[in-house]
């Protein structure tokens, strides 16, 4: 009892120095590193893949301002030459849909060939976004991969990135550029990714297991085969 108490102890203690870090990296430095880090990734392209971490679809607006950003800002990177290929990852994680299969239909819906589309449709956390993205991508026979997302998603993963993928690069979206990438996006019939006797990820698994996906770096489990 006395040992799960000092766990849970350190977890809080973990959770909250993150979120001050974050507060402060927001409040100060955001905006200066993630244009440093998009300006050194950058110059290695064109990638033969980018990774696009999804987010929950919603079912009411068919869109949020999160959402609709990471799927413009890819496919922005394709029409730049940045990426010659895209994958979209996610399960079903906080509503009934599954999430890098949505995404897929709304950046072909937006112009981008569907055969340059591809989907992982495992992943429930971010680091699980970009690691079962990348064995995707290696899968396929890519090799220059890099993870594009909004600024805060792409710093808080860079950490894990560096350590467990060095060779990724990373380009996330300027700070100031987050509106213009937020425009709504084509409405589409998202029935296929429907997932029947759905339970949201945070009924399946507590607070605190979520909090320590969060601020361990360790490379998660293998997905299902």
Known sequence: ??????????????????????????????????????????TRAPYDVIIVPGM???TATQQTSGFNTRIVWAKALY???VTKN????????SSPYVEGTVMKMIAERMGVPAQNIFCETQAQHSKENVYYG???ARKLGFKKIALASDPYQALFLKGFVEKNMPDMGILPIALDSLK???PPVPEVDASTAFVKHFVPLNKRESFWV???YANSNRLPHLPNQ
Do not use: E, H, P
Request: glycine share 10%; charged share 15%.
């Open 134 to 136: 990348w064995l995707l």
């Open 79 to 81: 029409d730049r030459g």
């Open 1 to 42: 009892m006395q040992l799960n108490v000092i766990k849970m102890t350190k977890s809080k203690i973990l959770f909250l120095t993150g979120l001050i870090l974050v507060i402060m990296l927001s409040g100060c430095n955001i905006k200066k590193v993630a244009s440093q880090v998009y300006a050194k990734y950058i």
């Open 56 to 58: 929950g679809f919603d």
């Open 210 to 212: 979520r909090v320590g």
């Open 180 to 182: 213009y990438y937020s």
């Open 86 to 93: 895209i994958i979209f990852s996610g399960a079903a994680c």
